[in-house]
């Protein structure tokens, strides 16, 4: 079986490649697909040149391929588009396996970064793909800025109120990709994966403190009190849109859902928030 994984020099995507070597696979069963083929050159397997904008290029990746893991693009406003590239080569090859990293409760949640992804699986399921939806809950990595500037800041300040975010590390999102990529039995799941703990900013101001060694505090901000910060920092308009809602949504309650899904695939408790922070410094 020959396994492609889209993306494959990004954080999540290089994870993959070293989680699939590590469950034992055959390095040249896996195809390496990145539009920088240099950078691919240290992950030990083949690689192919794939760019979501240039369908020739996704048609040539898969040549000979069994599987693909689709990670979503990180171009907001693109994403469907590119993603519809990859699911309709990936019907003309013929594919048995096809998993994509989305976003939790993609079809029904009010999450701002939800819609494309909703389209996304659409898609996949119109190709009439054999399908495994992987429903990503936040990387812990993604609060190693809030950390950096908290320890220096001593506040943790955001609009998400009392809402409790499931992240994990993304190291444990790319076990679960491998696992799914490697096992039977999955083909028409969708998981909704989470870390093992929701836990709130209180939390994460907590966490910060543990390893900064000093007070942390989490400071709660309305939508305008954020906007105004964020113009403060340098931010342009969309983008001070764009985090507002997110925060809302995590404030609704978006993230918060976790029921041990990811721990049961992966075979181990996912990362506690600490350590995840901690291997980010």
Known sequence: MTILVTGATGQLGRLVVQSLLERGADPQSIVAGARDTAKA???GVRVAHLDYTDPRSIAAALDGVDSVLLISGSEVGQRVP???AVID?????GVSK?????????????????????????????AGLPAVILRNNWYTENYAADLARAADTGVVAAGAGD???????????ADAAAAVLLEDGHIGQIY???GDVAWTYDDLAAAIAEISGREVEYRRLTPDEQAEALRAAGLDEGTVGFVVALDAGIAG????????TLARLIGRPTTPLVDGLRATV
């Open 192 to 194: 909704e994966l989470g």
């Open 98 to 126: 096809f998993v994509y990293t989305s976003a939790p409760k993609a079809t029904t949640s009010d999450l701002v970064l939800a819609p494309e992804h909703k389209a996304t699986e659409e898609a996949i399921a119109e």
């Open 82 to 84: 590119q993603h519809r």
């Open 253 to 260: 309650g978006a993230l918060a859902d976790t029921d041990g």
């Open 89 to 93: 080569a990936a019907k003309d090859a």
């Open 41 to 43: 050159a240290d992950l």
């Open 163 to 173: 809402g409790r975010v499931a992240s994990a590390s993304r190291k444990d999102f």
